[in-house]
C-alpha cells in the first residue's frame, strides 16, 4: 500500500514538473511577431528609431524610389532600399531599420537591379540590414506612422456599460467606490479616454466611444527606449504629469464635467503608480487634445484657451518643425512685447504641440538673436506657453537679417530636435521694419528647405519710409508675393486675429515647399552639338528650340538658372549659371550664340558641362542637363555620363536624324525611356518641349521636398 501510495506521489510529481517545464518554454519561446510593410513604405514615415519588417514580393520597381547607397535618405522606400543593398531579393523578407542622421549628400548607383538616385541634402537617414534582431534590443510588434494612420495591436472591443461605467464616474462627487472601479479597469488595460471638447457649448453628454488596447500575453513589448524629459528652461521642478494636468485642469476656469474626467485620470495614474505599474504608459494613452484651430473658438476665447494638453502625441495632422523669431527690440516697447508673447503663447495653443504633431522654439532677436528654446525642449502646449511667458526682452536693435542666417546655421539641427521628415518652417515678427537687409539671409535659408513666413506689425508710416534699410523687404524675403507667406497686422492690439489664419497656412504642408517647384527649383545646363551637320539653318531651330522650354521656367538668382554649352572637337561656354538673372536676359543671350560648326565629341562635352557648368550649381539646386545632337559621337558617351550621374546630374538627351539610340540611352538619366527623345527632322523638335517640361516636373514631384 504504501508503496502504491510512494509511486502516485512521484507519478504526479513528474507530471507537474514536465507541465510546469512546458509552460516555462512556451512562454520563453513567444516568437515576436514581425510586421509587414507595403513595398511604397517610406522610413520616414515610420515613427519607430529601430524596427524589423517584413517586406512582400515584388518591391523591386522603378516607382518606389530610393536616394542613396548604404546610407539612405528616409524618404526612400525601405523595402527597395533593401532589395538596392543585397539584404532581400525581390522575393521579399525581413529587414532591421535603423534611423541615423542625416547626410549632407546622397550617391545614387545601380545595384541588384535597383537603380538608387542622387540627393543633395536630406534632414533623416536610416541602415538597412539582416532582420535578425539585435541582442539586448527590443522590437515593436507593430509600427507607429507620422501620418494620421497609425497600426495598433487588435484589443477586444469595449463594452458600452464600461463607457457609460467611466463616464457617470466623472460626474458624480461622490467618486471614491467608482474611483476604485476605475483603478482596476486601469490595471488591466491601457485605456484612451475620450475628452469632452471644451467648446462654448456642450453639445451632448453622450460619451464618445473609447479605443482599448489590451496586452496579449504573446506579444513583445513595444517601448524599446524611454524618450527623454522634455528640457525646462527657468521653469521649477514640475510634479508626476498626470497629477500636474489634474490640478491645473480642476480649476473653476474649465468646464466641470472636463474637470470631473481629468480628476478621475489623475486618480487612475495614482493608483497605476501605487500599484507598481509603468506610468508612461499611462500618460501616452492619452488623445491629442483639441486646438484652438480645430474647435472654432472666436477671437475674444483665443486669448484664453483652456483646452487639456497631448503629452506626446499632438495634432498628426500638422506636423512641422517651427521657429518663430521672436522681435526683442527696443522699439517694441514693453506693453507691446507682452502681446507678442501672448499671441506666441495662442499660437501655440491653437497648433496642438506634441512629438507626432508640431513641434515648436523660439529666438529671440535684437541686436544678436539667441535661442529661448529649441525643439525638444516642450512636448505639449501648456509647458510652452507656460515658458513663453517667462521670456524677458533682450532689446537692442531689429536685426533680422541676423536672425535668420542664425536660425539657418544653428536651429534645424538634429541635436535641437529637428525630425528630418517634418518640414521646417520659420515665422518671423517684425515690428515696423528690420535694421539690417534680409533678401540675402532669407534666399539662402529658402535654398536649404526652410519656409519663411513674416508677420509684420504696425508697417511704417509714408513718412517713415525713408527710414528703412530695405524697401519692400518681405517681397524680397519670402518665395511668393502672393500674400500665403505674409501676413500685416496694423496693431499689436489687433494681433489675435490673425492666429487662426497663420496656423492654417503653417499645417498646410502641401503648399510648403516654399522655393522648391518644378520651375523655379533648377540650374539647367543646355549642351549643343553645333557640329558641322548641324547646319546653320537647323542651328537656328536648335536655339528657338533651347528658347522654347527656358521661357517655362521661372527665372532669377534665387529661382531657376540657365547655361549654355555648346560643342564639337572642342567646346565653349556660352554663358554660365550667374550670368543672367532675369528671363528676358537669358532668351537674348540664347539668341546671340554663334554657330560653331566642326566635328562631334559628345562625350568631352559632358564632361565639359560637368566641370564648368554644374560644379558651380548651388548645393540646393537640381541640377539638369539638356543634351540635343544629330549624330554618333566619335568618343565615348557612357562612362561622362554614369559620372554625371553619380555627381547628381539628371541628363535628358535629345536625338536628332542621324544620332544614336543606344548613346541616346546611355546619356540620359534613367529610366531611359523618361529622358530621351528622338525626331527625325530638327523642325519637329518643338513637339517635344511640353513632354519634356511636364517629365521634368513629373520626377521632381516625385522627389523629397524639405
Known amino acids: 500500500m504504501r508503496a502504491t501510495v ?43 528609431p529601430e524596427f524589423i519588417a517584413k517586406c512582400p514580393p515584388g518591391c523591386q520597381d522603378i ?20 532589395i538596392h543593398s543585397g539584404i532581400i531579393d525581390n522575393s521579399g523578407g525581413k529587414v532591421l531599420v535603423q534611423k541615423v542622421a542625416g547626410h549632407s549628400g546622397y550617391r545614387g548607383s545601380f545595384s541588384n537591379g535597383v537603380r538608387s538616385l542622387s540627393l543633395p541634402r536630406w534632414r533623416e537617414s536610416f541602415l538597412v540590414s539582416e532582420g535578425k534582431p539585435r541582442k539586448g534590443v527590443t522590437y515593436p510588434s507593430t509600427l507607429e506612422y507620422s501620418s494620421s ?37 486601469a490595471r488591466k488595460e491601457r485605456q484612451t479616454t475620450p475628452v469632452p471638447t471644451p467648446g462654448t457649448e456642450m453639445a451632448t453628454t453622450t460619451p464618445t466611444p473609447t479605443t482599448t488596447t489590451t496586452e496579449p500575453s504573446t506579444t513583445v513589448p513595444q517601448p524599446t527606449t524611454t524618450p527623454a524629459a522634455p528640457r525646462t528652461t527657468a521653469a521649477p521642478a514640475k510634479a508626476r504629469p498626470g497629477l500636474h494636468r489634474g490640478r491645473d485642469m480642476g480649476s473653476s476656469s474649465v468646464h466641470p464635467a472636463y474637470a470631473s474626467v481629468v480628476a478621475a485620470a489623475a486618480r487612475q495614474v495614482q493608483a497605476a503608480q501605487g500599484r507598481g505599474q509603468n506610468t508612461a504608459m499611462e500618460i501616452d494613452s ?38 518663430f523669431l521672436m522681435d526683442g527690440s527696443w522699439s517694441i516697447g514693453k506693453r507691446r512685447f507682452q502681446l507678442q508673447k501672448r499671441f506666441l503663447g495662442n499660437v501655440a495653443q491653437a497648433l496642438g504641440i506634441g512629438s507626432a504633431g ?52 544653428n536651429f534645424f539641427l538634429d541635436a535641437n530636435g529637428n525630425r528630418g521628415g517634418a518640414p521646417n518652417v520659420v515665422v518671423v515678427m517684425v515690428d515696423g521694419w528690420p535694421t539690417d537687409r534680409v533678401e540675402e539671409a532669407s534666399r539662402l535659408a529658402r535654398e536649404s528647405g526652410i519656409n519663411i513666413f513674416f508677420v509684420t506689425v504696425e508697417a511704417a508710416a509714408q513718412s517713415e519710409k525713408q527710414n528703412v534699410v530695405e524697401p519692400n523687404f518681405v517681397d524680397k524675403a519670402v518665395c511668393r508675393t502672393s500674400g500665403f507667406y505674409s501676413i500685416n497686422v496694423p496693431s499689436w492690439f489687433s494681433l489675435h486675429k490673425v492666429v487662426q ?85 537669358v532668351l537674348n543671350a540664347i539668341k546671340r550664340i554663334s554657330y560653331w560648326s566642326g566635328g562631334t565629341s559628345t562625350g568631352a562635352a559632358i564632361s565639359y558641362a560637368s566641370e564648368q557648368l554644374f560644379s558651380k550649381s548651388k548645393p540646393n539646386k537640381r541640377k539638369i542637363m539638356i543634351l540635343i545632337t544629330d549624330g554618333r559621337s566619335y568618343d565615348d558617351v557612357s562612362v561622362p555620363a554614369m559620372a554625371a550621374h553619380q555627381n547628381g546630374v539628371i541628363a535628358y538627351s535629345i536625338g536628332v536624324a542621324w544620332a544614336a539610340p543606344d548613346e541616346l540611352e546611355a546619356i540620359a538619366s534613367d529610366p531611359a525611356k523618361e529622358h530621351s527623345f528622338f525626331v527625325d527632322d530638327f523642325d519637329n523638335l518643338y513637339r517635344y518641349v511640353n513632354q519634356l517640361i511636364q517629365n521634368i516636373c513629373t520626377e521632381f514631384n516625385s522627389q523629397p521636398r524639405n
Open 63 to 82: 516607382k518606389h524610389r530610393v536616394y542613396g547607397t548604404d546610407i539612405y535618405a528616409s524618404f526612400s522606400s525601405v523595402c527597395n532600399a533593401a
Open 501 to 585: 489664419p497663420l496656423v492654417k497656412r503653417v499645417c498646410d504642408t502641401e503648399r510648403l515647399a516654399c522655393s522648391k517647384t518644378c520651375l523655379n527649383a533648377a540650374d539647367i545646363g543646355f549642351v549643343i552639338d553645333g557640329s558641322s551637320s548641324v547646319g546653320t539653318g537647323n542651328f537656328r531651330t536648335v536655339l528657338q528650340f533651347v528658347a522654347n522650354i527656358s521661357k517655362e521656367f521661372e527665372i532669377s538668382d534665387t529661382d531657376t538658372r540657365i547655361g549654355a554649352v555648346q560643342y564639337t572637337y572642342e567646346q565653349r561656354l556660352e554663358f554660365s549659371f550667374d550670368k543672367y538673372s532675369t528671363k528676358q536676359d
Open 286 to 323: 492619452w488623445k491629442p487634445g483639441l486646438s484652438l484651430f480645430d474647435t472654432g473658438f472666436s477671437s475674444k476665447e483665443e486669448l484664453n484657451p483652456k483646452p487639456l494638453e497631448s503629452i506626446s502625441q499632438g495634432n498628426q495632422n500638422c506636423k512641422v518643425d517651427l521657429s
Open 358 to 409: 508640431p513641434l515648436m522654439g523660439i529666438v529671440q532677436y535684437g541686436d544678436d538673436p539667441s535661442t529661448e528654446f529649441n525643439l525638444k525642449t516642450y512636448a505639449n502646449s501648456k509647458d510652452l506657453r507656460n515658458a513663453i511667458e517667462k521670456i524677458q526682452q533682450k532689446g537692442g536693435l531689429s536685426n533680422v537679417g541676423k536672425a535668420l542666417s542664425f536660425v539657418n546655421k
Open 149 to 185: 494612420k497609425s497600426t495598433a495591436v487588435k484589443s477586444e472591443p469595449k463594452k458600452p456599460e464600461q463607457d457609460l461605467k467611466g463616464m457617470k464616474s466623472a460626474d458624480t462627487s461622490n467618486t471614491s467606490e467608482k474611483a476604485s472601479d476605475q483603478g482596476d479597469t
Open 6 to 48: 510512494i509511486a502516485t506521489f512521484f507519478g504526479v510529481f513528474l507530471t507537474c514538473t514536465y507541465t510546469a517545464k512546458e509552460a516555462t518554454k512556451k512562454t520563453k519561446k513567444a516568437k515576436l511577431y514581425v510586421p509587414q510593410i507595403d513595398c511604397d513604405v517610406k522610413a520616414g514615415k515610420i515613427i519607430n
